[in-house]
C-alpha cells in the first residue's frame, strides 16, 4: 500500500511540476508578443523621427 501511495505521490508532482511548465510557457509566449508589439511601436516612432531630422536638414 506504502508503494502505491508513493507512485501516486510522484505522480502528483509530475502533475504539478507539467501544469507549472505550462503556465511559465504560455506567460513567456504572452510576454514575447507584447515585446514584439511595443518594439515595432518603438521602430515606427524611431524612424518618424529620424525622417522628420533628414527632412529638416535637407531645408
Do not use: C, P
Not at 23 to 45: P, Y
Request: net charge negative; charged share 20%.
Amino acid at each position: 500500500m506504502r508503494f502505491i501511495h508513493g507512485i501516486q505521490e510522484e505522480i502528483q508532482d509530475s502533475t504539478n511540476e507539467f501544469v507549472s511548465k505550462d503556465f511559465v510557457h504560455q506567460t513567456v509566449a504572452e510576454a514575447k508578443s507584447e515585446l514584439i508589439k511595443w518594439m515595432f511601436i518603438f521602430w515606427v516612432g524611431q524612424g518618424a523621427v529620424t525622417y522628420m531630422i533628414v527632412s529638416l536638414m535637407k531645408n
